[in-house]
């Protein structure tokens, strides 16, 4: 089993910055897995940004340029910095290991 946490949520102004991170525990080998995924009141849930097995990164094009995913092996972590904001971009974010393991989610408001 593997268990993930999220942290970093929150209220923010359009055009202002948030990080997400997430920590994960139990059988968990590597950071190349993971990924941030979102979804938003009405919508399917969509990928975001993630880190291939192999290491390189994906991002959905809409946060391309704005949102940065990174991560810290050593503390079993991946972060997703977020960028000139958008109140689309609200959501509850989830981060997920080889989406198989879910976190919790924590909600992201883009509002003035």
Not at 1 to 18: A, C, D, T
Not at 46 to 52: D, F, G, H, Q, R
Not at 70 to 76: I, L, P, Q, T
Request: net charge positive.
């Amino acid at each position: 089993q593997v268990q993930l946490v999220e942290s970093g949520g929150g209220l923010v102004q359009p055009g202002g910055s948030l990080r997400l991170s997430c920590t994960a525990s139990g059988r968990f080998f590597s950071i190349n897995g993971m990924g941030w995924y979102r979804q938003a009141p009405g919508k399917q849930r969509e990928l975001v940004a993630a880190i291939t097995h192999r290491g390189s990164t994906n991002y959905a094009d809409s946060v391309k340029g704005r949102f940065t995913i990174s991560g810290d092996n050593a503390k079993n972590t991946v972060y997703l910095q977020m960028n000139s904001l958008k109140p689309e971009d609200t959501a509850v974010y989830y981060c997920s290991y080889s989406t198989i393991y879910w976190g919790q989610g924590t909600q992201v408001t883009v509002s003035s």
